[in-house]
């Protein structure tokens, strides 16, 4: 594997030029820039960190998956064929992974982004969230106490209009999420073309493990509607 040296400043140059240009023709004459700025250092950068993370977590069973350029044909919208962003992310294999917590990282012309969270958490499992919250909420804020000591990741995602009442004041944000992300959002900058940015995600996906582990195992709850 080549370990990842960096994007460049060409990187940037080609999401731009992609977004302006979004057309077959145009990829087309660009696609050794494509490969060579955008793709291969996208992947060498994700398989390093997936290889780091498995090196420490190797028991979770994660895989690794890289972003295609090509968007879905039935999902165009009449705005171009590519995307001018890719992601990797690292997960356990799921038939529906849209439901299921994964560590990503994601960069687009404007700024790059990494952390852990639901694409779109089921509602089922946010209900077996706050009944685990329920059950056990000093557990809960002692596992979440590190965030509020940190600003790498904050806490993103969708809230009931309608307040849930829970069970102490500290829970009360998880607790009326509809989905959520642990994440951490920055313009692009030279970080992006140090190899030291491997070093920054593996970093805080190690940090976030202990999140991960206790949210990949909701599925596996009772559902709190019966019984």
């Known amino acids: 594997m080549n370990m990842f040296e960096g994007f460049s400043p060409r990187t940037i140059d080609f999401m731009w030029n992609l977004r302006f240009n979004n057309r077959k023709a145009w990829f087309e004459e660009h696609k050794d820039e494509y490969r060579r700025d955008f ?6 950068l994700g398989l390093e960190v997936f290889e780091r993370v498995t090196g420490q977590y190797g028991d979770r069973g994660f895989i690794h998956k890289l972003a295609r350029i090509y968007k879905d044909a039935r999902r165009l919208r009449g705005d171009g064929p590519y995307r001018d962003h890719l992601w990797f992310s690292i997960e356990r294999p799921s038939e529906e992974w849209t439901s299921t917590p994964v560590f990503w990282f994601e960069l687009e012309p404007e700024s790059w982004s990494y952390g852990l969270g639901y694409y779109q958490a089921k509602p089922l499992t946010m209900a077996k969230l706050r009944a ?13 106490a590190p965030l509020a000591k940190q600003e790498e990741f904050i806490l993103e995602g ?20 509809k989905s959520f992300s642990l994440i951490h959002n920055q313009q692009n900058g030279t970080e992006l073309f140090s190899p030291e940015l491997a ?24 559902d709190p509607q019966i019984g």
Not at 199 to 222: I, N, Q, S
């Open 132 to 144: 685990r919250i329920d059950k056990a909420p000093k557990q809960f804020e002692k596992l979440v």
């Open 199 to 222: 070093d920054r995600l593996a970093g805080g996906f190690e940090f976030l493990m202990p999140l991960y582990d206790y949210f990949v195992t909701l599925d596996a709850d009772p």
């Open 39 to 44: 793709l291969y250092p996208m992947k060498a």
């Open 158 to 177: 969708p809230e009931y209009v309608r307040k849930k009442v829970a069970p102490t004041p500290k829970t009360a944000v998880w607790y009326n999420k």
